[in-house]
C-alpha cells in the first residue's frame, strides 16, 4: 500500500518557470489537501479538495493553482514562481476530512526557486 | 482568532528524563478536534492522536500520554523516559471551520532532541 505519493522529491526552479508537484494516494480518500512548511511557521494549508471537482483556498493560495479531476490525484501547480514559494511542499490525505480525520502525509518535496 | 500556540520552540533532554510539550489553543467553536503530529530528522509527519472537544479524558499511549484541559485551552503532550528515536519536531494542530473551509490549523512546532 503505497499511501500518498509526491513528485518529485527536490527541484530548483528559476523566477518564473512554472512547474506542477504531482500528489497521488491510493487510499479511496475523499479528502486532500496541500501544505507548506517553512522555517518557524509550522504548516500552512494552500490548497483543499473534498472530492473530485471540488476545491478551494486555504490560508496561503496566492501563486498557486489545483484541480481534482479524479478521487487519488491532487497536483498543485506554481505558474509563475517567486523566491518566496521556496518551501517544503506536503500533500495529505483525509478519509474522514480536513477537519476531523487523521491526515496521511506524503513524503513531501523540497523547492527551491532562484 | 483561532490559532494554535507552542511557546517552546525547542527542548534538549537527556534520555530518560520526561518532557512535557505545551500546546495552547484558542477557537471560537463549540465543537473541535486537536492533533499531534511528530515529524523525525527525516521528514515525513506522522500522525499521533486525535482528541474532540466532548472527550476530555486523558490518553496513555506506552511512553505516550496526553492532558486535554478545555478550562486552560490546552492540550499538553508528556513523554515519560524519553529515549534518542523521541526526537523530532512535534506539531500540535486545531480544526477550524471557516466559512465552509475544513482545515487543521498547525502550531509553530516544538523541536525535541534527545541526548543520549
Known amino acids: 500500500n503505497a499511501g500518498v505519493t509526491q513528485t518529485p522529491k527536490f527541484q530548483v526552479l528559476k523566477t518564473g518557470q512554472s512547474m506542477t508537484l504531482q500528489c497521488a494516494q491510493d487510499m479511496n480518500h475523499e479528502y486532500m489537501s496541500w501544505y507548506r512548511q517553512d522555517p518557524g511557521m509550522g504548516l500552512r494549508l494552500i490548497h483543499y479538495s473534498v472530492g473530485a471537482g471540488i476545491t478551494d483556498q486555504g490560508e496561503v493560495p496566492n501563486g498557486y493553482n489545483v484541480s481534482r479531476s479524479t478521487t487519488e490525484d491532487f497536483p498543485l501547480r506554481l505558474l509563475s514562481a517567486a523566491p518566496s514559494q521556496t518551501s517544503v511542499y506536503f500533500c495529505?490525505?483525509?478519509?474522514?476530512?480536513?477537519?476531523?480525520?487523521?491526515?496521511?502525509f506524503g513524503e513531501g518535496s523540497r523547492l527551491t526557486v532562484l | 482568532a483561532q490559532k494554535v500556540t507552542q511557546a517552546q520552540t525547542e527542548i534538549s533532554v537527556v534520555e530518560k528524563e520526561d518532557v512535557t510539550l505545551d500546546c495552547v489553543y484558542e477557537?471560537?467553536?463549540?465543537?473541535?478536534?486537536l492533533f499531534w503530529y511528530k515529524q523525525p530528522p527525516s521528514g515525513e509527519l506522522v500522525f499521533l492522536i486525535r482528541r474532540n472537544s466532548f472527550d476530555e479524558q486523558n490518553e496513555i499511549s506506552g511512553r505516550y500520554s496526553w492532558n486535554f484541559q478545555k478550562s486552560t485551552s490546552s492540550f499538553n503532550f508528556t513523554i515519560t523516559a524519553s529515549q534518542v528515536v523521541d526526537s523530532a519536531v512535534y506539531f500540535c494542530a486545531l480544526s477550524v471551520t471557516q466559512g465552509g473551509s475544513e482545515k487543521l490549523v498547525f502550531g509553530k512546532g516544538t523541536k525535541l532532541t534527545v541526548n543520549p
Open positions: 495529505a490525505s483525509s478519509y474522514e476530512g480536513g477537519r476531523t480525520g487523521e491526515l496521511f
Open positions: 477557537t471560537r467553536d463549540t465543537t473541535y478536534y
